[in-house]
C-alpha cells in the first residue's frame, strides 16, 4: 500500500483553504510538454546543469537517476536496496541527499557518478526534500517542514504549514522556487505555495486537466514531482507513471 490514506477530514479542509478568498488561486498553460518514464514512481525531481535528477519509489524499484530533459532518456542511475521505498532528493554541492519513505535511514551519493558515500538516519518519516541556500528542507507528510543542517545533517528546527490558520498536511515533494516553497499536496492536483519563515499558504497552484484524459489509464498515479531552472524561470511538473512531464506558466485565476 503506498503511504497512508488521506483522511477526509484533511480533504475537506484542504478544498476549504484552497477557496479562502485571502489565497489566490492559479491555474495553469501548458509551455511544453516531454517524454517521462511511465515506469517512474516520481519521488523526488530537481533541475541542475541542463539535466533532470529524479528519484523513483515503490519496494524493489527504487531508484536516484540523471534524465535528459527533451527525451526522457535516463543517462546515469542507481537503484537502492530492494526494501528500501524511495522519496525525496536534492543536491548539495558536489552531493546528493536523498530520503527513504519509513526506514527512517537517508543517503549521499556522489552527484558525478552516483556512488554511495554514507547513510544517516531520522526521526518519522521521508517524503520531500529541497534547499534554500543555507538549509535542507524536509517533509514527512505531516504539516510541519524541518529544516536541517546540511554539514550535520541533523534538524535544526520546524515550521507548520497554515492556510487561513488550519494545518496543512500531506505535504510531499518540495521544491524552493524564488524564495517560496511550492509543496505538492499528496493525493490531490493541488501545490501549495509556502512562505518558509511563517509556513502560510500564500497560494494554491490548481493542476486539475494538466494530464489529459488519453493518458490517465489505469497505471497513472497522482501528480508528484516539481522542478525549478532558476536561471531561465522555467516550472517543470509531473506525476507518478506519468508518461508526460510538463514546463508550466502560472496564470492567476482569482
Known amino acids: 500500500m503506498v503511504k497512508r490514506i488521506a483522511s477526509l477530514l484533511v480533504t475537506l479542509l484542504l478544498a476549504g483553504a484552497a477557496h479562502a478568498a485571502d489565497i489566490p488561486v492559479y491555474g495553469f498553460e501548458i509551455v511544453r510538454s516531454y517524454p517521462h518514464d511511465p515506469q517512474a514512481f516520481t519521488e523526488g525531481l530537481f533541475f541542475k546543469d541542463g539535466f533532470l535528477y529524479e528519484s523513483t519509489g515503490l519496494e524493489g524499484r527504487s531508484s536516484v537517476r540523471k534524465v535528459r530533459l527533451e527525451t526522457g532518456e535516463v543517462l546515469q542511475g542507481t537503484t537502492l536496496p530492494s526494501d528500501l521505498f524511495g522519496e525525496g532528493i536534492v543536491d548539495w554541492g558536489d552531493q546528493i541527499i536523498g530520503l527513504t519513505w519509513q526506514t527512517q535511514l537517508g543517503f549521499v551519493l556522489k552527484l558525478g557518478d552516483f556512488s554511495f558515500v554514507k547513510k544517516f538516519s531520522y526521526a518519522g518519516e521521508g517524503w520531500g526534500l529541497t534547499k534554500n541556500k543555507t538549509e535542507l528542507i524536509q517533509s514527512d507528510g505531516t504539516a510541519e517542514l524541518r529544516f536541517i543542517d546540511p554539514a550535520t545533517l541533523k534538524e535544526k528546527r520546524r515550521v507548520k504549514v497554515t492556510a487561513d490558520g488550519k494545518p496543512v498536511t500531506q505535504l510531499n515533494e518540495l521544491e524552493w522556487v524564488d524564495g517560496e516553497i511550492y509543496a505538492n499536496i499528496w493525493q490531490t492536483d493541488r501545490i501549495a505555495r509556502i512562505d518558509p519563515a511563517s ?56
Open 199 to 254: 509556513g502560510k499558504v500564500l497560494g494554491w497552484i490548481d493542476l486539475t486537466g494538466l494530464l489529459s484524459p488519453m493518458f490517465r489509464t489505469g497505471q497513472v498515479d497522482v501528480l508528484n514531482g516539481i522542478a525549478y531552472d532558476a536561471a531561465t524561470k522555467r516550472l517543470f511538473v509531473t506525476g507518478k507513471l506519468w508518461p508526460k512531464l510538463f514546463q508550466i506558466k502560472l496564470i492567476r485565476k482569482k
